[in-house]
Every structure is written in structure tokens, then in C-alpha cells.
């Protein structure tokens, strides 16, 4: 009972933030267009690409266009849920933090549910058109286990990208000042994502693979999928290693949340 009472409370939470979202329409739907547009554009850029070049990296179109839309799923879910964490800097700059641990809920609970940005599901649409037309390009036999490892795998690629995000707004609790890092390794990070990751040189894909795991999120998974076989993977089993590496790293920095929470004072306002 108490479980679902807390279950109630954070939906009311995200319900209020949608409405606060949708308080003034014309400004969400400026924004959610923009955003569309946004994605768009960057799905142009893609198609030109390839329009100019066979294939990139031993890529082709439609190989590019899926490894895309396994980015765009897990967007999806992270931008709706976990976009708390953006802006999370400023709630520990000016005390705003004091109210999430006052009340009896999770304090990172109230975060992202009074965060929660309905905008973010536009993802998923944009996930469903390029994953429509990935498949019109490319030879995927779908067997219940490759649907059941796609489920996995967009998971697993959602808590890989969620927990960038809680690490990147936990260090707020030491450094107060996190925006650069969230525009470097949440923003500027997402551009080595959309092409495969063996077109860059073997210090970013160490980086990519070992300190900052962005290659499990589409690149090595999608190698199950279209059953690539590629010089470029460090290890043929790092193919199935996004859910592991995905759980490591949210509740890893959850770990870590939890622990700059204790570092937390107070500005007394």
C-alpha cells in the first residue's frame, strides 16, 4: 500500500509537470517543432552523407539509419524521465534542493518526476519512422529472440545515458557548477553516436568503449542485429554487453548520487 501510494504521488508529480509544460501552447508547440526540426536536420545531414559516399566505415545506409534509431529510442526515455538532471546545478547553487529533502519521498524521485518533459516521447516517434526505414535498407530476420534483445538493448541503452546524466548532476554536489560538463558529455557527446564509432581513431574508441561508454548504446548491439562482423570490436562479446554495462553504470551512479547527497549544504535561503 505505501509502495503505491508513492506511486500515485510521483505520477500526480510528473502530471503537474506537464501541465506547467503546457501552461502556455503556443510556446510548447514552438518548441516541440523545433525540435522536430532539430532531429530532422540531423537525419538530413545523415541521409546526404550517404547520398555522396556507398557506406561509411563499411556502413550503409540503412545500417547507419538503424544504429540512429537505437539512439533515438533510448533518447526517448531519458529525455521524458531523466531531463531533472540537466538543469540539476542550479537546484543545489540556489537552495532549491533543501525542499525535495525535506519532503518524505525519494529526493532524486522528486527530481525527475517535477522534471519529467513530455517532449522527450517525441524520441520515440522519430525512433519509430528511422527504424521503419532502416529495415526498408537493410536484411534483418526478426526472430522473437532478436525482438526480445531489441526491448534489451533500448533498455539497457536508456540506463547507460541515464546514468551519464545522475553522475554528471552528482559532481553539482561537490563543484556546484556542473554546466560544461553536462554540455560536453551529455550534448556534445551524442554527435560520436550517430555514425560508427569505427570511422574515428583507436583513442577515441578506447574512450568511447572504456571511460565513457557510448559505444554500448548502439554501435557494439547493433552488431547483433545486422550480424556484422567487424575488425573494429575490441572483443566479439562486447556485442552483448549493453544491459551489463548499462546496469553498472545507473546504479553506479546512483552510488555516487547518494553519496554527494551527504556532501550537500545548504545556502540558508
Given amino acids: 500500500m505505501i509502495l503505491f501510494a508513492s506511486f500515485k504521488t510521483y505520477l ?8 506547467s509544460h503546457m501552461e502556455y501552447k503556443a510556446s510548447f508547440w514552438i518548441y516541440l517543432v523545433t525540435l522536430l526540426i532539430y532531429y530532422s536536420a540531423q537525419a538530413a545531414t545523415i541521409f546526404i552523407l550517404l547520398s555522396k559516399f556507398v557506406s561509411i566505415g563499411g556502413w550503409t545506409r ?5 544504429l540512429y534509431s537505437l539512439l533515438i ?28 529533502l525535506l519532503r518524505p519521498l525519494s529526493p532524486i ?3 525527475l518526476m517535477n522534471h519529467f518533459d513530455i517532449t522527450g516521447l517525441l524520441h520515440l516517434i ?25 526491448f534489451l538493448v533500448v533498455f539497457g541503452s536508456a540506463m ?10 552528482s559532481i553539482a554536489f561537490y563543484a556546484i557548477q556542473n554546466y560544461s560538463l553536462v554540455h560536453l558529455f551529455i550534448f556534445s557527446s551524442r554527435e560520436f553516436m550517430m555514425y ?6 583507436m ?32 572483443h566479439p562479446f562486447f556485442i552483448y554487453l549493453n544491459f551489463p554495462v548499462g546496469c553498472f553504470l545507473f546504479f553506479g551512479s546512483l552510488f555516487l548520487w547518494k553519496k554527494g547527497q551527504k556532501r550537500y549544504e545548504s545556502t540558508g535561503t
Wanted: overall charge neutral; aromatic content about 16%.
Fill in 203 to 234: 583513442s577515441i574508441r578506447i574512450l568511447l568503449t572504456f571511460l565513457l561508454p557510448l559505444g554500448f548504446v548502439n554501435f557494439y548491439p547493433a552488431h547483433y542485429f545486422l550480424d556484422k562482423n567487424s575488425d573494429s570490436l575490441f
Fill in 73 to 100: 529510442f533510448a533518447q526517448g526515455i531519458v529525455a521524458s524521465v531523466f531531463s531533472g538532471m540537466v538543469e540539476f546545478g542550479s537546484l543545489v547553487r540556489d537552495g532549491g534542493y533543501d525542499r525535495y
Fill in 126 to 150: 522519430l525512433g519509430v519512422i528511422t527504424f521503419i526505414a532502416a529495415n526498408q535498407f537493410t536484411n534483418i530476420e526478426w526472430t522473437f529472440a532478436k525482438i526480445c534483445m531489441l
Fill in 109 to 111: 524521485g522528486q527530481v
Fill in 196 to 201: 560508427p564509432m569505427n570511422i574515428y581513431n
Fill in 160 to 169: 547507460i545515458l541515464a546514468g551519464i546524466r545522475i553522475a554528471i548532476a
Fill in 12 to 19: 500526480k508529480l510528473a502530471v503537474s509537470s506537464v501541465q
Fill in 62 to 66: 540503412g545500417e547507419i539509419a538503424f
